[in-house]
């Protein structure tokens, strides 16, 4: 299947001219013209590259940016404009904070010259991952869990890890988790990749266990797990093969969970909960369901999103929602975490709102076992010669 493009321009002639110059390197090309012809046909975006103008009318390139951020797309991006180096580079700038793979800038006036320079970069960069590697890496062993983690504000104290799924190709090296989770959602493979994420998170945990540390750990669970049939049943079986507490074992949950059936997700999660298990509500806040996942599923704990934490010592909007997140934890009685802390105010605001459970690179960046249990063994010394 050839590879495909999409052209976002409200100039009908740079649509026509982008369609032609990326159709003669091979790609099957897409245009629109705005942000709200997106908004009408979001499968516009399950494209290879996007070539994305910065002046569209109402809305600018920093618009789309926003959208393909919270739409979590993992396309190279090229900005294709008339705006002026500064604004490009400023635009740049924004897409590569929120982790988009922004490609660079090209004038308008160089498209016929220029384009075909960043078709060779990105012809001559690593093809990204099929269904087909995918499945088999599942199924050789490929995939590998990093851990992140999470401690108290209060005292410092480590208390888990949240596992984070790597995949170690043999032939690209490490792929992270941005390279290949869509993949998964879109082929179907979310459910054996989740599985085989838990072998492995519960494995480990229980090498923890038995060498005596009482570390908890969590671990991300996509809606169609919770939904996939016999799922409790082996559920048991896999947690049977493993010597752990199950109390240390968090499940976190997006808002998702229980859109399409309530009552069902209910039954089930509370399944879980009788197994020990806690269960958390991740990335509160960034969906339109919150609240009403929040008091009709039985969650123990919420985790906010690390778009407002990696933004409260710089926006008060952001700084209010998180306190106030964090106080509505407090008033259901159930735990919070704060992930995506990045700097030392961050740190401190959390604290002093007494948030009791806070991860993020200011803490650590996700470490391999081996790795993590240095840095343990590091905070454990310091913490004795406090």
């Known amino acids: ?59 600018t390139g920093l618009d789309i940016l926003d959208y393909l951020y919270d739409l979590k797309i993992n396309a190279p991006i090229l900005l294709l404009s008339s705006c002026n ?153 896999l947690c049977a093969k493993h010597t752990i507490d199950m109390t240390k074992v968090t499940l976190e949950l997006t808002e998702s969970v229980g859109v399409e059936c309530l009552g069902y997700a209910r039954h089930i999660l509370e399944e879980l909960r009788k197994r020990g298990c806690k269960l958390a509500l991740d990335d509160f806040g960034t969906g339109y369901s919150s609240l009403t996942q929040l008091y009709r599923l039985p969650f123990d704990e919420l985790k906010i999103d690390r778009s407002f934490v990696s933004l409260i010592d710089s926006e008060p909007s952001a700084q209010a929602i998180t306190l106030s997140i964090v106080e509505l934890g407090a008033r259901l009685g159930m735990s919070v975490v704060a992930e995506g802390i990045e700097n030392a105010d961050q740190h401190a605001i959390l604290a002093k709102a007494h948030c009791p459970i806070g991860q993020g690179y200011f803490i650590s960046r996700p470490l391999s076992a081996a790795v993590f249990d240095e840095w343990l063994q590091h905070q454990m010394t310091m913490a004795k010669r406090a």
């Not at 897409?30 to 569209?56: Q, S």
């Not at 104290?157 to 992270?176: F, H, K, M, N, S």
């Open 1 to 59: 299947m050839p590879p495909s493009a999409l052209v976002i321009d409200d100039d009908v002639d740079i649509q026509l001219l982008g369609k032609m110059l990326l159709s003669r390197h091979g790609f099957e090309v897409a245009t629109a013209g705005c942000l709200g012809e997106l908004a009408r046909k979001p499968a516009l975006l399950n494209t290879n590259l996007i070539v994305l103008d910065f002046g569209l009318g109402d809305f």
């Open 85 to 237: 180096n500064e604004t490009a580079a400023h635009a740049i700038a924004k897409g590569t904070s929120k982790g988009l793979k922004m490609l660079g800038f090209l004038p308008k006036a160089r498209l016929m010259t220029g384009l075909s320079d960043f078709i060779k970069q990105i012809e001559s960069s690593p093809k990204p991952p099929t269904v087909g590697e995918l499945a088999q890496a599942i199924k050789q062993q490929h995939i590998c869990l990093a851990f992140q983690p999470k401690v108290s504000l209060m005292t410092g104290t480590v208390l888990g890890v949240e596992a984070l799924v790597r995949w170690e190709d043999p032939a690209r090296g490490t792929i992270y988790p941005d390279n290949f989770i869509p993949l998964a959602e879109r082929s179907g493979l979310m459910v054996p990749l989740t599985w085989c994420i838990l072998e492995l998170a519960l494995a480990q945990l229980s090498a923890w266990h038995t060498r005596g540390l009482p570390l908890s750990i969590a671990i991300n669970v996509p809606a169609e797990f919770v939904k996939a049939e016999n799922m409790l049943s082996m559920f048991d079986e």
